[in-house]
């Protein structure tokens, strides 16, 4: 047995130390945004290659008016957990909204994405259930998954065969239910899931399917409804607001059964105080717009090309991106640091992911776009990204 020593924070002189040994220590900075530039610790202007504001609806007009109205009308916060005394009149009008907008029977606002993954998984999956998740699912969903203590298994990334194959062999077995979850436009890669293949695979074998479109609402699909919009047989989105959305939160789409079922039993959907009204106001102004923008998609697609090609022609790999989230394929992690530095030096933000985040040997530069970049500021990154590869 340990004993307590007289130093209780010992173990985090531990970590920070690893982490700091392994060149992997984190901090954090200031980053003002203005535009598509943003100002590093006050000081040297950047261009922002890793924000999420796909669509630049975080500086749109009538969202900031939206959630000035409401603030003004119901006040600064929301005061109480849903269940309690948190649910305004505005929030019902926003969960039929999204429902109406997406197409589904109905819809649960969620606090984040994060919150939302990470406790929905739990409350749906008992501990006699099986999660089946793609290996490169995100950080929330993960958490969600084994916080539900069910038996937890991972199927290669994007490998139906090695879907269909599990749940096969889980059929055999004696799980309460199947719960199988993919993200459709995975956060690291920029690669999609095929999400009609899968839909049928899990329905063959009455499985759940859980889809997180949080890169993708806004974004892509008919209408930037998402990548999950109008394929059979997905029993519930979580589409996220902090991305394409320009605000905060989320939102679960799902049919009203389960919707009940959450409002009665997912703990990270009762015991937390409801999103406050501006917050409200910043999501309801962004689903009203987002149907009408396919030009700023189209100004998205015609971005994606142009940084691509650069980034191809100036010596990099981009994997197998097919969306506004772009890896420029390094490997070794001090590697990519450097090249995060030397493209900061150039007047850039384009952030080194290493591992944890990502599998070992597969560091990147992670970039990510929005319709708001301008032609010459893609050039200019990738004059200087050929710069450094011609030494
Ligand atoms: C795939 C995915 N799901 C969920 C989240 C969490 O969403 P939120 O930022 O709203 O917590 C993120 C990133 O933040 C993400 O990339």
Same mark, same amino acid.
């Given at each position: 047995m340990g004993s307590v020593s007289n130093s209780k924070d010992q173990f985090i002189d531990e970590a920070l130390a690893n982490r700091r040994d392994q060149h992997r220590f984190r901090t954090l900075r200031s980053l003002d945004p203005q535009g598509t530039t943003v100002v590093s610790d006050g000081e040297k202007e950047l261009i922002n290659f890793s924000g999420n504001d796909y669509l630049g609806l975080s500086k749109h007009p009538d969202v900031i008016d939206r959630a000035k109205q409401y603030a003004d009308k119901y006040g600064a916060g929301s005061t109480a957990s849903r269940l309690i005394s948190g649910t305004y009149s505005i929030h019902k009008k926003l969960e039929q909204k999204l429902a109406d907008t997406f197409g589904w029977e109905g819809s649960l606002v969620f606090n984040s994405g994060f919150q939302a993954n990470s406790t929905i998984i739990s409350t749906l999956a008992d501990r006699h259930a099986l999660i089946l998740a793609d290996k490169l699912s995100h950080n929330s969903l993960l958490q969600g998954s084994l916080s539900s203590r069910a038996t937890f298994r991972r199927f290669e990334h994007n490998s139906l065969e090695d879907l269909e194959d599990q749940l096969a062999h889980a059929s055999k077995e004696d799980f309460s239910r199947i719960i199988v979850i993919s993200e #459709?436009? %995975? #956060?690291?890669?920029g690669d999609r899931s095929n999400l009609e293949a899968i839909a049928e695979c899990t329905e063959s074998h009455n499985a759940w399917l859980f889809v997180d479109d949080a890169h993708a609402v806004g974004v892509w699909g008919k209408n930037g409804l998402g990548l999950a919009h109008g394929i059979e047989g997905i029993d519930m989105v979580l589409g996220t607001? =902090? &991305? /394409? %959305? =320009?605000g905060f939160g989320a939102f679960l789409l799902c049919s009203d059964k389960v919707k009940d079922y959450l409002i009665n039993f997912c703990p990270g959907f009762i015991y937390t105080t409801a999103l406050p009204p501006a917050v409200i106001g910043t999501i309801e102004a962004a689903a009203e717009l987002i149907p009408d923008m396919d030009g700023a998609r189209e100004q998205i697609r015609e971005n994606i090309e142009m940084m691509k090609t650069g980034i191809h022609d100036a010596g990099f790999e981009t994997g197998n991106s097919d969306s506004q989230i772009i890896p420029i394929l390094v490997g070794g992690e001090q590697e990519t640091l450097d090249l995060a530095d030397y493209l900061e030096e150039q007047g850039f933000l384009a952030t080194a992911i290493r591992p944890p985040t990502v599998p &070992? =040997?597969? /560091?990147r530069i992670r970039i990510t776009l929005s319709s708001e970049h301008s032609a010459s500021q893609i050039e200019t990154f990738v004059r200087a990204l050929k710069d450094w590869s011609n030494g």
């Open positions: #459709s436009l %995975f #956060s690291m890669d607001c =902090g &991305k /394409a %959305f =320009g &070992k =040997g597969s /560091a």
